[in-house]
C-alpha cells in the first residue's frame, strides 16, 4: 500500500464523506482553521490500496518545537473503518515512518471509537456493547494509552451525549425523550415572542460567550478564532449559529394584555412576575440573547459553543435553542446530533462540569465512552522528559 503524505484537498474532502464514523474535527476546513488559530500546520495524509483507492486518510496537526523537533495531533482521527485491521496496521506503520521523517517526538490521536456501553448516569452496562478486542489491538501496534481520564484533562472530551434519530419514529418521540425540566422551559420561551434566525455574523455570539465563561470558570478564545472556525467550515456549509432575538418591550405589552384578560388568580400572579421583571430590565430594545455554533458532517451534528445573558436562561431560551437545533438537523436528515462533552463523572466538584452533565443529560440520548488518547512514539527518551522541558522553555521565554 502506498502512504500520500499530501493528499490534494479534493480526494481528502471526497474521502472523508465516504466514512460513516467521520469527524468534524478531521473535517478539511478544521484544519485550515488551526493554523491560523494556533499556528498547527495541517498534513492531510491518507493510504491507498494496491487499485489506487484510498482506504485510511487522517488531518495530522503538527506543532513546531525548538530544536527543529515537533509532535503530532489527529484529532478524532483516524478517518477510516477501524474494523479493518490490516488497514490499521499498514497506515500506522507508514506513520511510523512519516513522523520519522518529520523529526517528530510522537504523534497522539483520540480515535471516534466507543470503549464501553454506559447507562445516562454512567454507570457500566452489564454485558453491553464494548471495544475492548480494538483497545488491546492498538496497543499490540506500539500506541501507548493515556488513560481513562474521567474529566477534562484530555484533547477533547472523552464523554458526550449523542441522540441517533433511528430509534424514533418522529419527532414527537423525541419530544417525548427530553426530560420534562428540560422541555417546560422550552413550552414557556414560547411566551416571550422570540425570533430565531440563521446567522453569519459570529461578534454578536463571542459578546455573550464571554458571559458564559466567566460563570462557568472558563477562558473563551478570542473573536478571532470563532471568526476563523466559522469562516473555513462554511466554505463547504459545515457550520451554523442559531440566534434568540428578544424584544422586552414587545413582550411586556403582550402580557399586560394577556393579564387583563387572565381569569385565573394563579397564572395572574405568573403573568405579573413576567411583567415586573421584564420592567426591571436597564435595556427594553430589542437584541440577541442566545447564540448557539454548531458544526456538521454529511451525518452528524454537534452543538459546539453556546453564549448568553441572564434574560435567556430566564425564558429558557437556552434550552429553546437546544431544541431548534435537534429539530433542525431531524429536520435535515442528520443520523445524529452530538452534545459534544461532558465528563464521566456525574458527580465532580470541580467548577460547574457536574452541572453540565446534568442539564445535558436531561436533553437526552446515549452517553458515549471514548476510548481515550493513544500516542505513537518516535523518540522515547524525549517523549519522557518532554513535560519538563516544555515547563522550563515556556519559564525562560
Known sequence: MEFISNLKEDEYKNFWLTINNNHFLQSYGWGQAQEKNRNQK????GLKDEKGKLVAAALLLKKELPFKLSYFYVPRGYTMDFTNKEVLKEFTE???????EQ?????KLDPPIMYQELTPEAQIVENGKNNFELYEYFKSLGYIHKGFNKLYEGNQPRYTFRTYFNKYNSFEEIEKS??????KPVKRSYNYL????????????HDLIKLISSKDGFHEYSLDYYQNVYDELKKDNQIKIFNAKINPQKIITSLEEELQKEKKEERKTKIQKDIDYFNNLPNKEEYTCASLICTYTNTGAWSLYIGNDEVATYTGT?????????KDAYENKYEYIDLFGVVGDPNTKFKNLAGIYEYKRKIGGDLIEFIGEFDLVNKPFLYKILPTLLKIYRKIK
Open 318 to 326: 437556552v434550552n429553546r435553542l437546544y431544541f431548534e437545533f435537534i
Open 194 to 205: 422570540l425570533e430565531i434566525y440563521e446567522s453569519d455574523e459570529v461578534k454578536t455570539f
Open 178 to 183: 427530553f426530560s420534562s425540566s428540560f422541555f
Open 94 to 100: 507508514k506513520l511510523k515512518d512519516f513522523i520519522k
Open 103 to 107: 523529526n517528530a517526538i510522537y504523534l
Open 42 to 45: 495541517p498534513y492531510y495524509v
